[in-house]
């Protein structure tokens, strides 16, 4: 049920992606517009040119997939609601495979079995992700708070 797309090796895909996102991260800054102009083969017809009315957090993700292709990465599109892997989800966290398991066996991270096999509904392996961001993010302003309590002058 994910869409990947691969990364851009073609220079002019790359040139291209970062003009749409420079476009799109304009029109998001500047203004509320959210009207995109379809144009087939690099020409816009004015009468009856076809006009896509998008939110702006669909244009920023957009921008977002942009940047990252034009940065040479590969993109995955895939719905919250779905079921992955454990291997899958261990590369979205960024760690291996046996200490996802370890981290499902301790109830970190809700899951089920189809079979023998452990599945995890993505939108949980986001959620977690989130959390561990958030304590990260806690954690280091502890330390700056205990650093500006000790005048340490950074």
Avoid: W
Avoid at 21 to 32: E, F, G, K, P, T
Avoid at 49 to 70: C, E, H, S, W, Y
Avoid at 118 to 132: C, L, M, Q, S
Wanted: charged share 30%; net charge negative.
């Amino acid at each position: 049920m994910s869409d990947v797309i691969d990364r851009l090796e073609n220079k002019e895909d790359v040139e291209l992606a970062k003009a749409a996102q420079r476009c799109i991260v304009s029109a998001l800054d500047h203004s509320r517009a959210v009207n995109i102009a379809i144009v087939e083969d690099g020409v816009e017809r004015i009468e009856g040119a076809p006009i896509l009315k998008l939110p702006p957090n669909v244009l920023r993700l957009f921008a977002d997939m942009l940047g990252t292709l034009a940065q040479g990465h590969a993109v995955a599109i895939m719905p919250k609601e779905m079921d992955v892997s454990t291997q899958e989800a261990a590369m979205f966290l960024n760690v291996s495979r046996p200490y996802l398991v370890r981290m499902l066996d301790e109830g970190k991270i809700p899951f089920h079995k189809v079979g023998t096999h452990r599945r995890i509904r993505f939108e949980d392996v986001v959620a977690y992700k989130e959390r561990r961001k958030k304590a990260s993010q806690d954690a280091l302003q502890e330390l700056v708070d205990q650093a500006q309590e000790l005048d340490l002058g950074y």
